[in-house]
């Protein structure tokens, strides 16, 4: 090919690479001019300030206005990477030589040679270093151009983007196409769909990158730099660059930035023909590349420094796919063809390499791998062919992955496969997840049951594009593919307008001309299976609108009318100019001809020599209309109009095939060597005359030079000339491919000739032929015709044109080539002979390698182009126009036809296998003559049977002879041995059938009994229809099979949740921790007896009656104050209780709580469900297995009301049958009672009903040879009913077949025991007399008068009989129909439950999701409850402890002070000893064997009632203790009593063993307390930890409610339950209402009405209450006056009587003290006993006593004397000091009444202080009584600080 005609990015690269490689071909003239502009700016790379606004712009425009042309491909790189071999070419060898063209004037050639190395030459010298540089400035060259490239560099997009190639000098603008949208997308390129953000996608179209918007749908368009297509595309991981791989020769990578798409950085020099996948490693630093064929090369770039930086081959086969290991970026992995590869970066002692290691498959089978994922361990995942997946590491199959059942994965290979949030999902070519059908879907991938479903965004046709076409009024186009769908876009809007799926693929489409459809709604279809479909499309807005319609839609496509014509594909389809004629051509070698008008009547067809590829008619300017028929196989037909037979009838036709047309032919013959050596002829001959030219010049110089010796030297070289041109080489030889060439398309240039482009050989001309003329007798195939004229076609020597169409006024004809381009060519008008056919305009468009066009049109107005590519893009482009497009242009779609929402739908044809029109004709005629050779059959059976029937005539007379007369059976047999052997032949065969069919019968039998296991066995019960017997009424049973597995069994339960804080306060009660506070033990009364008994009666004297007086008081106050202490614990028990029952501040009444809760729960405002803060409670909270349960109950209830229907039905039909065989026993007895009357008295015996085999289902599987005959016989018909039409199943469904029951076995329904009950005589039977055999005789009148009875008595039973079988009738079909009602009632409650049971399967699927995360929290949140419940046992156990020894602490400490009391109360008043004795009771000295207690002052201050409870006397004493000196406690002191010295020693011990306890008892408080605070703050973390935990699975909760709210329910409705209503209409959108029940309404209307009376009420209660408390509070406030006054008026009492405030308590508990009331009674007999030494002297003292009072009363008499004397001078001395006062002396010295004053008070005070210490000692001897000691006196404010509980 000659480069000069190579288009775009093609002829750029070809030409530019001259440079570098030395070439000897010559550039394009573009190429020239974009190789100039390239070089003058190779080294001006602009930085992005530096670029206009205009270029970036461009970059997202679509090719609008683009005039500048882009550098070639090696001029455009970066001068990073400077070529150095354009440096080093050498520029006299640029351009200079080239291949002569054999099209074009020589000195055509010239010029352009010349202008093109002069231009190149002086470009070179002004931007380029010269050739004389030295190496090392070369090198320093190189070293600068390897410096990092600057981060703010970006490229000039227009440098790059391929442009179309224009003709030189063509004045064709560049823009003639402009690229307006896309509406195709190749579904089938690996990886063709990245997403750039969440809005934007991209993929590749051909040359193009689509920057498609999800949201509003608009595209933007990036061009291919190479202009030979894009091989793949990656997607950075940060989302900011994209890249675009090439195809093409050393095609490039380039980088772009997103969102600006600027060109960013250019990967060279990767492969060699295009790349198969690009990817990012997860940083996104690195990038790898593998290329495609033929090297395969993996290369791991450093992509921001355009540097690779490993590169070697991938593989020996085909590498899909190439990938960085997320989470180890040094790992990388290759797949392709039968080959996975694991590949590592490692640092060798050479430097960083790739070691790549090979998968071994082992004994799995070698597959193609086309997805895999690298796992987080390091293991690959891979896909498999057969639909599995492979486990792989360390390069071996560790396992492979399939379903639960052992199937495949997919069926078919995987291509994708993704780690998803832990879950691997797999993307396989069978149609799951990933679309085969070209669409763009959006998936939700949370795969729960209640998850969204797949949304598809975008519907493309999936594969190529097999036909186009536009309508003939307005800017709508129809495609068609063999996906099976035929699609309607309006183009000028941009946008799809509806599609029509059908059973087979489309093939050819047609858009009906207007001349038959006005309207131009109408478009035609063929099909790969030969049918043609015509399609009507409307605007389904004009139709009529019914309320609740769906949206409608702008464009609707209806089936108005199918035929199928062809038994294969449909190729082509064409109407005639006039629209009278449909041609139809297929690849089954024939065109079918149609009348348009008489709906599409056949009117008949002709065979092809080959298979047709295109119909055309003959233009308006031609004087006939003609059909151009073309053939793939080289020929070319012309056919005439086809006559068209008025009204004939054709049933006696045989075939539509047209035998008498006149067919013009042409059959190909290739010519284009005779070209190619024509051509190489007539460059030789012009070469020659040039020479001839030279050497006449020569010699005419050399003759004028030097005369004759020049013409001698001149002949010389003449001579070596010739010798010279004997070596030239021969002329290429005429080839003609064996194969011929095939034909890709034509069209008529004059009548009788037309233009044709071929494909192989042929290819790189247009042919133009003409058709001899026709000869009937000369046969196609032995034909050979050569074209008269051909046009060369530049640079379509392997690129030949696939299809042709002109625009309105045949100036513009735009070729659709095999690489995808569009080529134009601008011709003359009215040059049919093309001469014109130069200048064209050519750009690629659609794929390079499989990117064929295989359609292309115009619009109507010839303002857009559409074309459609084998590579599923269709392309709209709008063609150069001085009008402007309008933005807002749209198609009008027709509208709909009136009345055709109302005509019927045509029946299609689906069946690919149903017979075409002219089979349709052959087999009517076949099935006439089969019809008729039936009859002459018959007719033969007819006679056969005659024969057959007098031959049994003669048997019947043969018997009737006498026996002796008679024939043998063996007479009538021609010969005896022909049975025989018919018999033994028959034996044989049977056993040898038996023996051949003993397989297929075990096959049939395990079939059969897999079957029964399969589908009867699970049966519990079979349907069973039970008819009435007088009407038409029936009533069937359910088919019910064995319970469900939800309905066996219960399934385990996951963990139960726990109690919830409020149930378990619930539970515990308000006084739980109050109750285990309470550790004190009851206080018990033990009395001991401390009287002796008494002595025997005897007179007492006055001294023992004192003792014993003594003796009981003693004992009376004893038990005194035990009654009392009891009273006070009993008071003081009532009180405890009384505090315990007093509620708290925060205390609420548990009903109040209760009705609270209620409220909370069924009552108050409350979000929906699907609210998103709706809180589920805990009892609606629902899991798997309760949803099982209920599932399990729902079928349960299902069951039962189905089996007990079942029997209710079976009883029916028991008694049915059992009816039946009544009325057979009673019609059997009536046929006996109307034989012995009179036939004018007989009543009509009524039928007997029948059983059908319906009601009897398990007589279907009882079979015998008969039945398997007849099930034979049926097969066999059916098999020869091959019409569809006349297949017809039976109504009875099941009972056909060999299932089907003989009527004449309708008797075997009945049983043994009906048939013994119609034999026997029923109550109401008549013996019938026999019929003797003697003569008759006249009856008498006694027989007369008994026949008569006999005769009233049977018409009497007849009539009876009758009745009863009428009665039995009525009464069997009424139990029916109450049955039937009742069944009626019980399927719509049962399909009620099949829609619950679908709802309930469907939560249970989402359940179960959900199930195992919900496990998990719970688990979480029970651990945790228990812990915390654990841990608040433990605190509660270690409280309960602590109070156990705060007891036991008390009564130590009462124990000890009991012990000073009862040892000051021995010690007595007024002991000299006290203190000494006191002191040693105290004293603390160091026990043997005992731990010494240190720090007891600190732990006193810890404890809490240590320092609180101590008598003020014992730390008194303790004060006075450390104040005095050292003493001796060995010894008793000189009169002191030596039991009291023993009793305090005794006591020191006890009071030391008791100090030692408490200190034990102190320091085991003190860990507890320690204990208790760790494990306070244990439980605070475990609460918290508890309550994220609940709010966790709260949350978790929630998911699921709303999970569990997206699932759809079904609801049944009639429209008069509808009420909402919008304008008295029923809206279309139902999704904002609820469904109610009636009674669940009701009760809500009731239930406002009941909280309107319930707030009332409590309004009023509220009311009451309030001012309850009101009242309670002022009762309180007066109660706690009257306290506070009351304990003013005991303080007062007790102060006035005992002189402080002390504890009543206390005094009431005071008791005697034993031991010093035995020392008081011991005292008293001691002094009874010296009473008597002491009477005399009492006597003797009386006596003076006498003496003293009489002194004393004269004493007394002078002391009176003497107070009224001082009275006197008090009164003198008053008035003395008054006249003294009165005289002025009362200021001098001191005053006389002062110091008396002064001396009174100190004698007042003196009395009152001899009075306190007086009481002191009584209240010291009050405090000895009994042994206790009372509290210390307490001042009023100490009082007010004591807790008011003391």
Not at 641 to 668: A, G, N, R, W
Not at 1349 to 1375: C, G, P, S, W
């Amino acid at each position: 090919m000659r480069p000069t005609a190579r288009p775009g990015s093609a002829a750029l690269e070809e030409g530019w690479r001259c440079l570098g490689n030395r070439s000897k071909r010559r550039p394009p003239a573009d190429a020239v001019k974009r190789g100039a502009a390239a070089v003058s700016t190779f080294e001006e790379m602009k930085e992005p300030d530096d670029q206009d606004t205009d270029g970036e712009k461009s970059v997202t425009s679509k090719s609008d206005g683009k005039k500048s042309l882009r550098s070639s491909k090696s001029e455009s790189r970066s001068p990073v990477q400077e070529d150095n071999t354009f440096l080093e070419d050498d520029t006299d060898e640029t351009f200079n030589e080239g291949e002569g063209s054999y099209l074009e004037e020589d000195s055509d050639e010239e010029r352009l040679e010349g202008s093109l190395s002069s231009f190149q030459y002086d470009d070179l010298q002004s931007t380029t270093v010269p050739q004389q540089t030295p190496a090392p400035a070369v090198e320093e060259a190189e070293e600068e151009v390897k410096k990092k490239i600057s981060e703010s560099f970006f490229y000039d997009y227009m440098e790059l983007a391929s442009m179309p190639f224009v003709t030189l000098d063509s004045n064709i603008p560049l823009d003639l196409l402009t690229l307006v949208h896309s509406f195709g997308y190749d579904c089938r390129k690996r990886a063709n769909l990245q997403l750039l953000d969440d809005s934007i996608a991209i993929y590749i179209a051909g040359n193009q990158l689509i920057f498609l918007n999800l949201k509003t749908k608009e595209q933007i368009y990036l061009r291919s730099s190479s202009g030979e297509g894009i091989g793949v595309i990656g997607v950075h991981p940060h989302k900011t660059y994209f890249t675009v791989a090439e195809k093409g020769s050393f095609p490039d990578i380039i980088i772009y930035e997103y969102p600006s798409l600027r060109p960013y950085r250019i990967l060279r020099d990767g492969t060699e023909k295009g790349y198969a996948y690009v990817d990012f490693n997860y940083s996104g630093n690195l990038l790898a590349s593998v290329g495609s064929n033929p090297d395969y090369t993996l290369t791991i770039w450093n992509w921001k420094e355009e540097q690779p930086i490993l590169r070697t081959k991938a593989f020996s086969q085909e590498v899909f796919k190439v990938t960085f290991n997320p989470d180890n970026e040094e790992q990388l992995t290759t797949s392709g063809s039968g080959h996975i590869k694991f590949w590592e970066m490692a640092f060798t002692f050479t430097g960083l390499k790739l070691q790549g290691s090979l998968g071994r498959f082992g004994k799995t089978i070698t597959t193609d791998i086309e997805g895999y994922m690298e796992l987080p361990d390091g293991k690959v995942l891979s896909g498999s062919e057969w639909g599995n997946m492979l486990l792989w590491e360390g390069g071996l199959i560790k396992v492979e992955l399939c379903r639960g059942t052992s199937k495949s994965c997919h069926n078919g290979p995987i291509n994708q496969i993704m780690l998803y949030e832990g879950e691997v999902i797999t993307v396989g070519s069978d149609g799951y997840v990933r679309d085969a059908n070209g669409a763009i879907w959006k998936l939700d991938l949370s795969f729960s049951n209640i998850t969204q479903d797949p949304e598809c965004l975008f519907s493309f046709h999936s594969g190529a594009i097999e036909a186009v076409a536009v309508s003939p009024l307005t800017y709508l186009m129809a495609t068609t593919a063999l996906d099976c769908s035929v699609r309607i876009y309006d183009f000028a809007s941009k946008t799809p307008l509806a599609q029509m799926k059908f059973k087979q693929g489309g093939t050819a489409l047609v858009w009906v001309p207007r001349m038959v459809n006005f309207t131009g709604a109408q478009i035609i279809v063929g099909f790969e299976d030969g049918v043609v479909r015509i399609l009507e499309l409307y605007d389904p807005k004009g139709l009529t609108i019914f309320a609740g319609r769906k949206k409608i839609l702008d464009a609707d496509i209806q089936l108005k009318q199918v035929f199928k014509p062809h038994t294969a594909c449909v190729t082509a389809l064409a109407y005639e100019r006039d629209g009278e004629i449909l041609a139809t051509g297929s690849k089954d070698q024939t065109v079918f001809f149609f009348e348009v008008e008489r709906d599409y009547k056949p009117i008949g067809y002709i065979n092809t020599p080959g298979p047709v590829c295109q119909l055309m008619w003959s233009p308006m300017s031609h004087p006939e209309s003609t059909l151009l028929i073309m053939c793939e196989n080289g020929y070319i037909l012309e056919a005439p109009l086809p006559t068209i037979k008025q009204e004939e009838d054709d049933h006696d036709v045989v075939s539509y095939e047209i035998k008498d047309m006149c067919i013009k032919c042409f059959h190909f013959s290739s010519v284009k060597s005779k070209i190619l050596r024509l051509i190489e002829i007539e460059k030789r001959e012009r070469q020659r005359e040039l020479k001839e030219k030279i050497r006449e010049e020569r010699r005419n110089k050399l003759a004028a030079e030097m005369g004759e010796d020049g013409e001698k030297e001149f002949q010389e070289e003449e001579e070596e000339e010739e010798e010279e041109e004997e070596e030239e080489e021969p002329l290429p030889e005429i080839f003609i491919p064996s194969t011929p060439s095939p034909i890709l398309c034509g069209f008529y240039s004059e009548p009788g000739k037309f233009w044709v482009s071929l494909g192989g050989y042929d290819s790189g001309f247009l042919y133009h032929c003409e058709f001899p003329p026709c000869d009937e007798s000369s046969d196609f195939k032995e034909q050979k015709d050569e074209p008269i004229d051909v046009r060369y076609l530049a640079d379509t020597e392997d690129n030949p044109i696939q299809t042709i169409t002109f625009n309105i006024n045949k100036v513009m004809m735009f070729c659709g080539m095999k690489n995808g381009a569009i080529r134009v060519y601008v011709l003359n008008q009215n040059d049919p002979s093309l001469t014109s056919l130069v200048d064209y305009w050519h750009f690629n468009m659609h794929d390079n390698n499989y990117g064929c066009i295989k359609s292309i049109a115009s619009s109507f107005d010839d303002r857009f182009l559409v074309t459609a590519g084998a590579d599923g893009n269709i392309f709209v482009f709008n063609i150069f126009s001085e009008f402007m497009l309008r933005k807002d242009m749209k198609a009008k779609v027709p509208s709909p036809r009136f009345g055709i929402e109302t005509e019927p739908i045509p029946e299609d044809i689906e069946d690919p296998k149903a017979y075409s029109i002219e089979n349709a004709r052959r087999k009517r005629e076949h099935d006439k003559l089969m019809k008729e050779v039936g009859e002459i059959k018959a007719q033969k059976r007819e006679q056969i049977k005659a024969l057959r029937s007098e031959f049994c005539k003669l048997l019947e007379m043969n018997e009737k002879l006498p026996k002796h007369m008679q024939f043998k059976r063996t007479d009538f047999d021609v010969d005896s041995q022909i049975r025989a052997e018919m018999h033994r032949k028959t034996a044989f065969k049977i056993q040898q059938v038996e023996k051949e069919l003993a397989w297929e019968k075990e096959k049939h039998e395990l079939g059969l009994m897999k079957l029964k296991n399969r589908f009867r066995d699970p049966l519990e019960s079979d349907t069973i229809v039970v008819h009435a017997i007088l009407s038409d009424h029936k009533i069937s049973s359910y088919r019910l099979v064995q319970p469900s597995k939800y309905s066996k069994f219960k399934r385990a339960s996951q963990s139960e949740r726990k109690p919830s804080k409020l149930d378990r306060f619930e539970k515990e009660g308000p006084g739980r921790k109050d109750s285990q506070r309470d550790a004190g033990g009851s206080v018990t009364i033990q009395e001991e007896s401390i009287v002796e008994k008494g002595k025997k009666f005897r007179p007492k004297t006055l001294s023992e009656i004192i003792v014993e007086n003594q003796i009981e008081k003693t004992r009376k106050l004893i038990l005194k104050a035990e009654r009392a202490q009891l009273k006070i614990q009993q008071r003081k028990k009532e009180w405890e209780e009384l505090y315990k029952s007093k509620p708290g501040d925060d205390y609420e009444d548990p009903k109040d709580l209760q009705a609270i809760k209620e409220a909370q729960v069924y009552m108050g405002d409350f979000n929906l469900k699907t609210a998103p803060d709706y809180k589920i409670p805990e009892h609606m909270r629902i899991n798997a297995a309760k949803k099982e349960e209920e599932l399990g109950h729902l079928d349960s209830l299902v069951h039962g009301n189905k089996r007990h229907m079942n029997k209710c039905i079976l009883s029916l039909r028991d008694l049915k049958v059992a009816v039946v065989e009544e009325i057979q026993c009673l019609v059997e007895e009536l046929k006996n009672i109307q034989s012995t009357l009179h036939i004018s008295k007989h009543i009509p015996i009524p039928k007997i009903p029948q059983i059908h085999p319906e009601e009897v289902p398990e007589k279907r599987f009882q079979y015998d040879e008969e039945t398997l005959l007849n099930f034979k016989q049926q097969q066999m018909k059916s098999n020869d009913e091959k019409s569809p039409g006349v297949e017809q199943t039976g109504s009875g469904g099941p009972v056909g077949g060999f299932l089907k029951l003989s009527s004449g076995k309708d008797g075997d329904l009945t049983t043994r025991d009906s048939i013994s009950r119609s034999s026997k005589a029923s109550t109401f039977s008549l013996d019938i007399p026999k019929c003797l055999e003697f003569e008759k005789a006249e009856p008498t009148d006694v027989e007369l008068e008994i026949m008569k009875r006999d005769e009233i008595k049977h018409v009497y039973m007849q009539q009876y009989l009758v009745n009863r079988i009428k009665e039995l009738v009525v009464t069997f079909d009424a139990e029916l129909r109450l049955l039937r009602h009742q069944k009626l009632k019980l399927d719509t409650q049962m399909k009620l439950s099949d829609l619950h049971h679908v709802t309930l399967f469907q939560e249970i699927l989402l359940l179960k999701n959900f199930e195992k995360q919900e496990n998990v929290l719970q688990e979480r949140v029970n651990s945790l409850d228990k812990e915390e419940q654990y841990m608040q046992w433990k605190i509660n156990e270690t409280l309960k402890e602590m109070e156990e020894k705060k007891n036991e602490i008390t009564k130590l400490q009462e124990q000890e002070k009991a012990l000073y009391a009862g040892f000051q109360a021995a010690i007595g008043e007024n002991n000299k000893f006290a203190n000494f004795l006191m002191k040693v009771l105290k004293k603390k000295i160091k026990r043997v064997k005992k731990k010494e207690v240190e720090g007891d002052a600190d732990e006193d201050e810890e404890s809490e009632e240590s320092s609180e409870e101590e008598s003020s006397l014992e730390s008194d004493e303790d004060e006075s203790e450390s104040e005095d000196e050292v003493f001796d406690d060995s010894i008793c002191p000189t009169n002191c009593d030596v039991a009291l010295f023993e009793l305090a020693l005794q006591l020191r011990e006890k009071r030391l063993d008791i100090e030692e306890a408490l200190v034990e008892e102190k320091k085991i408080v003190d860990n507890l307390k320690k204990e208790y605070d760790t494990l306070s703050k244990k439980v605070k973390i475990v609460a918290t930890n508890l309550n994220a935990a609940e709010e966790a699975l709260e949350a978790y909760q929630r998911e699921k409610q709303q999970r569990l709210n997206e699932l759809l329910v079904v609801i049944p409705l009639k429209l008069h339950q509808i009420e909402y209503v919008v304008f008295g209409e029923i809206p279309s959108d139902l999704s904002g209402t609820l469904v109610f029940s009636n009674h669940a309404l009701r009760r809500l209307q009731e239930r406002i009405r009941e909280l309107q009376e319930e707030n009332s009420k409590q309004q009023k209660l509220n009311k009451e209450w309030r001012e309850r408390r009101k009242q309670l509070i002022r009762e309180k406030r007066e109660m706690t006056k009257t306290i506070h006054k009351m304990e003013e008026t005991v303080r007062q009492l007790m102060i006035s009587k005992f002189g402080r405030v002390v504890n009543l308590e206390a005094l009431q508990t005071l008791s005697v003290n034993t031991t010093l009331e035995e020392l008081k009674i011991r005292k008293l007999r001691k002094e009874l006993a010296n009473a008597k030494e002491m009477k005399m002297w009492e006597e003797k003292i009386a006596q003076m006593r006498w003496e003293l009072m009489m002194k004393t009363k004269e004493h007394t008499r002078k002391l009176y004397q003497m107070n009224d004397l001082c009275i006197e001078k008090k009164k003198l001395d008053s008035r003395l000091n008054t006249l003294q006062n009165q005289q002025g002396n009362a200021f001098q010295g001191p005053r006389e009444a002062d110091v008396v004053a002064r001396e009174e008070v100190t004698e007042l005070i003196q009395l009152q202080a001899e009075r306190i210490s007086a009481l002191k000692e009584e209240i010291a001897l009050l405090r000895r009584k009994g042994g206790l000691i009372l509290p210390p006196i307490q001042s009023p404010r100490e009082k007010e600080i004591q807790p008011a509980d003391l």
